[in-house]
């Protein structure tokens, strides 16, 4: 996708940037403070196990099923270990992290050890939450129903922006939605560019 020009200017007490709304977030869960636990059915497919009203796969990768999304967006599918290079594909093992230490070799205890790292690094102080058109993602903890989530021009990740009385958006903060994050958000989305003044 070609770069686009970034057209964004400051009037007053008031940003005006350019981007396109992509989905607005229906569901949001408790804020993590440390890290997830093993879930008590970690193979479980039902999306109502996950908050989700319906199966919202066509959103996902192909042949992916929700436990995997959601295995993905705890560690918004990068590991942030020192010895990786950030990339795409990495997701949480739950059998590596539900074992016991003597059950492991010193490669599964690295590999788990790493997942936790992410996870610390990644989760504290977010939520994860569902989108309208099915995705799930991770946000600032304070992410709430209705909220817009948007490509803003020159930024590097999706954002969370709040509606506010006369046309306004509060900044809430980067997200990272599950099968949106390298481009697809932009190429899927049909909406208009338009102009966010945030506050």
């Known amino acids: 996708m070609p770069a686009r020009v970034v057209e964004a200017c400051i009037s007053g007490s008031e940003l005006l940037i350019k981007?396109?709304?992509v989905t607005a977030i229906t569901n949001v869960f408790g804020i993590i403070?440390?890290?997830?636990k093993v879930p008590q059915d970690p193979a479980?497919?039902?999306p109502a196990y996950y908050g989700c009203e319906e199966d919202s796969s066509?959103?996902?990768r192909p042949r992916e099923t929700i436990f995997q999304a959601f295995n993905h967006t705890l560690v918004a599918d990068v590991n942030c270990s020192v010895r990786s290079t950030a990339r795409r594909g990495y997701s949480v093992d739950w059998d590596l992290y539900g074992r016991?230490?003597?059950d492991l070799s010193t490669d599964e205890v690295r590999a788990r050890a790493e997942t936790v790292h992410s996870?610390?690094?990644i989760d504290m102080y977010r939520r994860i939450f569902w989108t309208d058109?099915?995705?799930i993602g991770l946000s600032p903890a304070a992410a709430q129903v209705g909220d817009k989530v948007c490509v803003l021009f020159g930024g590097q990740v999706l954002?969370?922006?709040?509606?506010?009385?006369?046309g306004l958006h509060e900044f809430i903060g980067e997200a990272y939605i599950h099968g949106l994050m390298d481009g697809e958000a932009s190429e899927c989305c049909n909406n208009e560019p338009e102009t966010f003044v945030t506050i």
């Open 19 to 21: 981007g396109l709304y």
């Open 159 to 166: 954002y969370i922006l709040r509606s506010k009385i006369g």
């Open 44 to 46: 479980s497919d039902d």
């Open 119 to 121: 996870m610390s690094s």
């Open 133 to 135: 058109c099915g995705g």
């Open 58 to 60: 066509d959103l996902h």
């Open 33 to 36: 403070h440390n890290n997830p």
């Open 100 to 102: 016991a230490d003597s």
